[in-house]
């Protein structure tokens, strides 16, 4: 099993950044792939960014270029820049380990003048 916590959320302005960070219960590069998912009001949950225990990285089209996936032994992050107030939203960290999935509880990010 994986337990995750995910934490950095907040209010942030249109044009602002934050950091997210999601800390697991075992190394980081042992689980098959780390990924950050959001959910906005009345909207599907949605992948947001990934990484394999290999380091391939993918992204949304609408994140692209803004938001970075990371990771070190004990934690994946979430860089997010240029935020919009579209990127609104619950995120939530996901791990997948040997076909079983893992969540976090989730960090709400609020993008607000």
């Known amino acids: 099993q994986v337990h995750l916590v995910e934490s950095g959320g907040g209010l942030v302005q249109p044009g602002g950044s934050l950091r997210l960070s999601c800390a697991a219960s075992?190394?980081?590069?042992?689980?098959?792939?780390m990924g950050w998912y959001r959910q906005a009001p009345g909207k599907e949950r949605e992948l947001v960014a990934q990484i394999t225990n290999g380091g391939s990285t993918n992204y949304a089209d609408s994140v692209r270029g803004r938001f970075t996936i990371s990771r070190d032994n004990s934690k994946v992050y979430l860089q997010m820049t240029s935020l919009k107030p579209e990127d609104t939203a619950v995120y939530y960290c996901?791990?997948?380990?040997?076909?079983?999935?893992?969540w976090g509880q989730g960090t709400q990010v609020t993008v607000s003048s």
């Open positions: 996901k791990a997948t380990l040997y076909g079983n999935y893992y």
């Open positions: 075992r190394n980081i590069f042992t689980i098959n792939a």
